[in-house]
């Protein structure tokens, strides 16, 4: 897959959804051809937006290839989603490396189970978030709070920690795609962790908290109760907004 990619030089944008990147297969799946090659075309020097998301194992190799020379590249918008514990490094060490050059970043976890943070709580160990000095949007990939789903009290347990490395004076806009059902839902996540974080100087340019997905037949208790429990507990003027489209 690399040695693919670099070969379009032009490359301005580049999404890949439930492809296999990783290095490891399994008995009976094909084998990658060329592993030995040494690619030596540098990136698109173009390349403006990655999304890596839905089922894709994240290889070592593809990340390290793009930021392989040290300030080759800038990417302004990122979205890495279903990050799992074998991702967890590398994926960490990318966006330490390009990281001053993103202004927009989407992050979601693929864990082992529903009842397990395995994806979550190996990233939150390792990753270094400092570089990312411009970032002005920050998405959370799916957060499953709905009642039936069994890993409901953990499917946001990467999002404060998240907040609390982060040291971004430009941003303006942090957005949360939910699976919920009834406002009460939103008590699985941990806002008592969350808003002291974002009461700190680390926000002070905060504009925006928007929610996304949120049922219609719920819109307007969600947005009652997030006045409530959120907005009010905030010591800036942040305006939360709520959307029944992701």
Known sequence: MTELVSRCTNLETLVLRYIYLGNDVGDGAPQAQGDDIVITTPPS???QSLS????IAISAEFLTWLCATPGSIKIPSVELEGISVKD???VSRF???VGQTITGLTIGFSDSSSGSTDGQDAFCRVADLTTLTNLETLRFGLLAIY???TGRGLSAKH??????????PCLKEILFHV???EAADFEMI?????????NGSSYSALELLWFRSIRENALEETKTWLDEHVRRTLKRNVEIRCATWY
Not at 52 to 55: A, K, V
Not at 159 to 168: G, T
Not at 190 to 198: F, H, Q
């Open 45 to 47: 020097r173009f390349l």
């Open 52 to 55: 890596l998301q839905h089922g």
């Open 88 to 90: 967890a490094h590398h």
């Open 95 to 97: 966006l330490y490396d």
């Open 147 to 149: 009642p039936i789903y």
């Open 159 to 168: 999002v404060p920690p998240i907040l609390a490395k982060l040291n971004s």
């Open 179 to 181: 699976s919920m059902e």
């Open 190 to 198: 941990d806002w008592g962790s969350i808003v002291p974080t974002l």
